[in-house]
């Protein structure tokens, strides 16, 4: 048997004597999801992650199986020079015209990326299911694929979206709660690509 994300977090939960509704009723998630999640039906995103992470009281990298490719966008960053570092509400409200209010490690994926920067994730409103503290790691250097986690540079709000496209070929940004925003095919060059979450120390 492969051994993927699904087949750890079912390590995890077994060996914590954990059920399948004791771990979706703490993780927010149905036991259907959990289920999915475990027998790899359904992909781990990042927000997945940390979500089960905090419950079982480890490292988001310690969620994932060792081949996971989610590692590199978990993984911990290692300092060489500093991201810009912007504040999530501060980006909604003034878009470009917003400045940096810190700076952020840079990941090792990111240390050829000169036009990386970082946002803080201040609150639920306006970004997917992460939680408060946490800071996105951007690469605009990297076009945008479906799937991918982003940052909305068309109207900044919501300031972040998984990029979906329906059946019949048409973009779109999907948020946690379910809110499509309808893109074109242009919009996705006007996307930022996440390259990884930080959860700081």
């Known amino acids: 048997m492969q051994h993927h994300d699904g087949v ?44 089960l992470a905090k419950i079982f009281g480890v490292g988001p990298v310690d969620m994932l199986a060792p081949n996971s490719p989610l590692r590199t966008m978990l993984g911990e960053v290692r300092t060489e020079t500093d991201l810009p570092l912007f504040d999530g509400r501060e980006l909604a409200r003034d878009g470009d015209n917003a400045v940096p ?6 990941p090792a994926p990111l240390r050829n990326a000169p036009r990386a920067y970082a946002v803080t994730v201040s609150d639920l409103n306006n970004t997917p299911a992460l ?31 998984y990029l979906r496209q329906d059946d019949d070929g048409a973009l779109y940004g ?3 709660s379910r809110r499509r925003i309808d893109l074109r095919m242009e919009d996705v060059d006007k996307l930022h690509r996440v390259a990884g979450i930080w959860l700081g120390e």
Request: hydrophobic share 40%; glycine share 8%.
């Open 131 to 161: 939680a408060p503290g946490a800071i996105l790691q951007i690469n605009p250097d990297v076009t945008a694929s479906v799937g991918d986690l982003v940052i909305n540079r068309l109207s900044w709000s919501p300031l972040a979206f």
């Open 101 to 106: 209010r810190g700076k952020s490690p840079r």
């Open 8 to 51: 750890h977090l079912r390590t995890m939960r077994t060996s914590r004597g954990m059920s399948l509704a004791a771990l979706a009723n703490s993780a927010g998630l149905s036991k259907s999801e959990i289920s999915k999640l475990e027998n790899g039906v359904r992909p781990f995103r990042p927000d997945h992650v940390i979500r």
């Open 174 to 176: 999907l948020t946690l």
